[in-house]
């Protein structure tokens, strides 16, 4: 049994002992926060982009570092996950690039507000959350097998999720190579362009940006529309030129939508996918 005097000193000292390292942590953990939170990369379009994400009620539908409603995609990693040009494109007209599936708001943002967002997702992004969000630990052998890396996509079960658009697409003759063939391979993407005529050129970075989400090449990407493994074959370069200016006019209903595609985008698509054949 403790005397009153030692169980009082049992007491003080405890509480002292664990009020002193709770304070240490605290300034601890309150010290790594600017670090995390890359706090000096809060530009006055970071700023803007947050009150527009405050002011239109984003949370109601949408959580950010966990946190907010869960009826529409968790968005902390959306900057790398869609890129600028495409979530520029969606918030411009949310309906165009989904038609007629659940509804994102139209906010009727200009150029400007909508750039003040894509930083403030991009600096959302770029925090260090010791690994949050946390990648989806989906069962092997499942035949809906989205990209190794790619995000969870929080109540959007029937997409797959996008690889990161900055990745670059696997080539085929090179993801097909066994060892032995390797050092062919080699030679081949050592060899001067002409000689190059088997192997696919690289998808035009509007491509990543865009097309990716929502179609799939060599196994990887959406599955909103159809893979474009081998459109070549299907397509004359005139009918894609016709596909990609206006799908709504070559065929009227369908779930494409129209992309604002400079003309410069616009034939290097062309010409990319007529050789995917
Ligand atoms: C009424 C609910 C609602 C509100 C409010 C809302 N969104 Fe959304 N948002 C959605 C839904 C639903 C989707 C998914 C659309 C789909 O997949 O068809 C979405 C998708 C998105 C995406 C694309 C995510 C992805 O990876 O595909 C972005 C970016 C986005 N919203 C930004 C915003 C911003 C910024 C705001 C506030 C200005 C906002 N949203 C407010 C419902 C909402
Ligand atoms: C929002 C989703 C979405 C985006 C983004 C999108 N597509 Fe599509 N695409 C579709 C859908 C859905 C279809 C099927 C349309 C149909 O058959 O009515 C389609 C069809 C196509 C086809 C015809 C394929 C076939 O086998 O018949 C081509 C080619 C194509 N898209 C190219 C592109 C390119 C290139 C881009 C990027 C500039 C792109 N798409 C962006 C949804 C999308």
Redesign the pocket.
């Known amino acids: 049994m403790l005397s009153k005097s030692q169980a009082r000193l049992f007491f003080v000292s405890g509480t002292a002992l664990f009020s002193l390292l709770f304070l240490f942590l605290t300034v601890d953990t309150v010290r790594q926060v600017p670090a995390q939170t890359k706090g000096r990369n809060i530009t006055p379009a970071v700023e803007r982009g947050k009150k527009l994400w405050d002011e239109n009620n984003c949370m109601g539908c949408h959580t950010l570092l966990g946190e907010g409603a869960y009826y529409a995609p968790e968005l902390t990693k959306v900057y790398p996950r869609r890129g600028a040009v ?1 979530i520029d494109i969606f918030l411009k007209d949310p309906q ?4 007629g599936e659940r509804k994102m708001v139209q906010y009727n943002f200009t150029a400007r507000q909508r750039q003040d967002l894509i930083a403030f997702f991009k600096w959302i992004s770029e925090m260090d959350l010791n690994g949050f969000p946390p990648k989806p630990n989906l069962a092997k052998g499942s035949s809906d097998k989205p990209a190794p890396s790619g995000q969870p996509q929080t109540g959007v079960a029937r997409r797959a999720p996008a690889p990161p658009l900055t990745r670059k697409q696997p080539q085929p003759s090179r993801r097909a190579t066994s060892p032995s063939s390797r050092s062919a391979t080699r030679q081949l993407a050592n060899a001067p362009n002409q000689a190059k005529n088997k192997a696919p050129a690289k998808p035009p970075t ?2 990543r940006q ?6 799939s090449l060599h196994g990887q990407g ?1 599955k ?5 493994d ?2 070549g074959r ?2 004359t370069p005139v009918y ?1 030129q016709k ?2 200016t206006d ?1 709504q006019a070559v ?1 009227p ?5 129209k ?1 604002p ?1 400079s003309k410069d ?1 616009l034939t290097k ?1 062309v010409e ?2 007529s050789q995917l054949k």
């Not at 165009?96 to 038609?99: G, I």
């Not at 209903?253 to 939508?257: I, R």
């Open positions: 495409w165009a690039m989904f038609p509007i491509f865009l097309c990716i989400a929502c179609h959406g909103v529309g159809p893979a474009l081998h459109v299907k397509y894609l596909w990609l799908p065929k209903g369908t779930q494409m939508p992309l595609l985008n698509l990319y996918l």
